[in-house]
Structure formats: C-alpha cells, structure tokens
C-alpha cells in the first residue's frame, strides 16, 4: 500500500487559527469535519479559501482537512487560506513567488484595538463639556 505524503502548515488571521493538512486526491474539503459548504455559507469565504489553488492551478488535485478556532467566519477563512498559501509554498517553491506576488503568505496582523482607560472605547472620547 502507497503512503501519500502529507504536508502540514498553520495559517492566522486576527484570533483565528487554523491548521491545514493536504494530501494527493480528488478536491475534498472538510473543515472541521464537516464538508466546506456545510461550514462556510457565503461564497465570499469560499472564494476566499479558494484564491490559492486557483492561483497554483491546484483546484482539484489535493484533499485538504482544515481545523479552525477563534475569531468569526470571515477570520476563519482568512486565516485557512494563509495556511493553505503555506502549504503550497512549502510543497513547491515555484509557487512560492506566485503565492508571494499575491499577497497570501504575508500575515494578517491587525486586530482588535483594546478599550483604553478614561475613554469609552480605543478611539472614541468622553463628551467634551467646557462648563
């Protein structure tokens, strides 16, 4: 019996995590072992999750198990599609440059700014009142 490789990566986007395993196959995409439009159901996270296979010509020809916490769907998919970016690049590094070129493999960092002390909120200000 043939042991396919497996290729493991980690991929983040605000406080979601989410870790991606692909092997050789047929296109399957299970996120947290449920089917992708099971878990994702606006086509915008679809898309999104999709950008670096279509990038790689890679649509159908890996499986790929996805286990993502933290955030909300939109950080979710963000931050599977950076793993995945990973993935590829790793697999091949002339899809490096391509995945690079793009945008996917640089991490989102921004988050949340924290409420700060003395005002409502991070940006917002207490009402001014001259007397």
């Not at 605000?14 to 196959?25: E, F, N, Q």
């Not at 299970?30 to 606006?42: A, E, G, S």
């Not at 010509?57 to 950076?82: E, M, P, W």
């Not at 970016?85 to 945008?103: D, F, H, S, T, Y």
Request: charged share 30%; aromatic share 6%.
């Amino acid at each position: 019996m043939s042991e396919t490789q497996i290729h493991a990566a980690t991929g983040k986007r605000k406080t979601a995590t989410a870790r991606v395993w692909m092997r050789d196959g047929g296109g399957k995409i299970t996120v947290n072992k449920r089917d992708i439009d099971q878990y994702y159901l606006r086509d915008t996270s679809k898309m999104v999750i999709m950008q670096p296979l279509e990038l790689t010509g890679n649509t159908g020809s890996f499986d790929i198990k996805i286990n993502v916490c933290g955030g909300g769907l939109n950080g979710q998919a963000g931050a599977t599609r950076h793993g995945i970016a990973r993935v590829l690049a790793a697999i091949n590094p002339e899809w490096r440059q391509v995945l690079k070129k793009n945008g996917l493999l640089t991490r989102d960092a921004r988050k949340k700014e924290r409420k700060l002390p003395g005002q409502p909120g991070a940006r917002k200000r207490f009402q001014y009142s001259k007397r």
